[in-house]
């Protein structure tokens, strides 16, 4: 019933930024959490960044304290992750995903089983 698409990924050199956006379609966007997940090559699907459906609450993995910002304007029905000083590791495939309710644990935000709706990825390169 959701449907997600991301955009905004690209090559970049290290220490670059990326600003990347995931527009949502569905009048209940503005009612849940959204989140980011990345993916490397061979790897699981990791926990990035996550927003409540208000805006007023972020919660971020410890890799990407303090170069990652999470925000959502939901007037656009959009949702943002600003990167900075990105590294080498950063490079993954960028997913945004939004829940189809509410939850009260702390698992439930940082685990991709946690939520609904999923958009296709976008690749974000950073080179050395």
């Known amino acids: 019933q959701v449907q997600l698409v991301e955009s905004g990924g690209g090559l970049v050199q290290a220490g670059g930024s990326l600003r990347l956006s995931c527009a949502a379609s569905g009048r209940t966007f503005s009612s849940y959490a959204m989140g980011w997940f990345r993916q490397a090559p061979g790897k699981e699907r990791e926990f990035v960044a996550v927003?409540?459906?208000?805006?007023?609450?972020?919660y971020y993995a410890d890799s990407v304290k303090g170069r990652f910002t999470i925000s959502r304007d939901n007037a656009k029905n959009t949702l943002y992750l600003q990167i900075n000083r990105l590294k080498p590791e950063d490079t993954a495939v960028y997913y945004c995903a939004v829940m189809g309710g509410h939850s009260n644990y702390y698992s439930d935000y940082v685990k991709p089983s946690g939520y609904d709706y999923w958009g296709q990825g976008t690749q974000v390169t950073v080179s050395s």
């Open positions: 927003i409540n459906w208000i805006g007023s609450h972020t």
